[in-house]
């Protein structure tokens, strides 16, 4: 079963607006861990930004956002003021906790691609 | 954010020779490297989970003799491509964690292998 989810195999934005890409995840794990990265046509993969499964607060990097929704579990990426260097691939990442029976190995979703038009 | 250099960046080779591809950790020490391989407009699929000093774990369906992994100190784990086909064509890419805890994974820029 897939444990990442993410729905939208592609986005269009218009520069300056916010997006939000779409990340369910499925585990019966109490400690986690989530990822959003960032692979640009070069291929690298970019670490964006963390949210752990006990944090409080959304987790926020510049104009990054994560829209943690526990008990939805969901974790969307929330891009503010869109700019054409954020078009690329996202991918949101989980990993469980070793503590819990998980294995820390990050299981990755099958990707978003996002364009941002000028 | 740590750095991990993953060399070379692009290789052409030829069907039936190996090919080693390198993946270190610049400034820290990475107890564990994980392999993936990612075919285009696709997801990672990881190949493979090394520690330091030990054999890599394998995931099912990857070819432990034809993927050689070695992860020989704390900073460089390698993986060889051995016998290489056109099937082998791939963009393979490694990551590093220090710490099994509650870190991210720190990535490589990516291995492009074409077999020809």
């Known amino acids: 079963a897939q444990k990442i989810t993410q729905t939208q195999p592609g986005m269009f934005v218009q520069e300056k607006e916010a997006v939000t890409l779409d990340c369910t995840y499925d585990?019966?794990?109490?400690?986690?861990?989530l990822f959003w990265y960032k692979q640009p046509s070069s291929g690298e993969m970019i670490f964006l930004i963390y949210?752990?499964?006990?944090?409080?607060q959304n987790a926020t990097e510049g104009r990054y956002s994560l829209n943690f929704q526990k008990a939805r579990k969901s974790a969307n990426l929330v891009i503010s003021a869109s700019q054409l260097g954020d078009s690329a691939m996202y991918f949101c990442?989980?990993?469980?906790?070793?503590?819990?029976?998980?294995?820390?190995?990050?299981?990755f979703g099958r990707g978003t691609s996002l364009i941002v038009h000028p | 954010g740590a750095v991990v250099s993953q060399h070379p960046s692009r290789v052409i080779c030829k069907s039936g020779t190996s090919v080693k591809i390198e993946c270190r950790s610049l400034d820290f020490q990475a107890t564990t490297m994980f392999w993936y391989r990612q075919f285009p407009k696709q997801s990672l699929m990881l190949m493979a989970t090394s520690n330091e000093g030990s054999k890599a774990t394998y995931e099912q369906g990857v070819e432990k003799d034809k993927f050689l992994i070695n992860h020989a100190s704390l900073t460089l784990s390698t993986l060889t491509v051995t016998s290489a086909h056109p099937e082998d064509s791939s963009f393979y890419i490694c990551s590093a964690r220090f710490d099994p805890g509650n870190t991210e994974a720190f990535f490589g820029q990516g291995t492009r292998l074409t077999v020809v």
């Open positions: 585990t019966s794990d109490p400690s986690y861990g």
């Open positions: 990442a989980m990993r469980e906790d070793v503590a819990s029976g998980g294995s820390y190995i990050p299981t």
């Open positions: 949210q752990g499964s006990y944090d409080q």
